[in-house]
């Protein structure tokens, strides 16, 4: 299987809550996954009200902020994991 730019997909396994595996794809950094969630959540602009989107791109920025600059998009697993305790 290959990503969009034609590279191989380097698969990992990432635990989920109570010791469910989960298999993802790493290839997609996380920093740019919360900016394309803020660019979805901009129908407000056309005075649409989205709590929803707006509290998806709250959670992707907050991510994005307290974990590694080079995490990938499958860490914001690890980081919702850490809300719950």
């Not at 730019?5 to 919360?34: I, N, W, Y």
């Not at 989107?53 to 860490?75: G, I, R, S, V, Y």
Request: aromatic fraction near 8%; proline fraction near 5%.
């Amino acid at each position: 299987m290959r990503n969009q730019f034609g590279k191989p997909l380097r698969q990992h396994l990432v635990p989920g809550g109570d010791e469910v595996k989960a298999l993802f794809a790493t290839v997609f950094p996380l920093r740019l996954m919360a900016k394309d969630v803020r660019t979805a959540d901009e129908a407000y602009a056309l005075g649409i009200a989205t709590p929803l989107a707006d509290l998806c791109a709250q959670l992707w920025d907050a991510a994005a902020q307290t974990l590694d600059e080079k995490a990938n998009h499958t860490e914001v697993l690890r980081y919702m994991e850490r809300l719950g305790g």
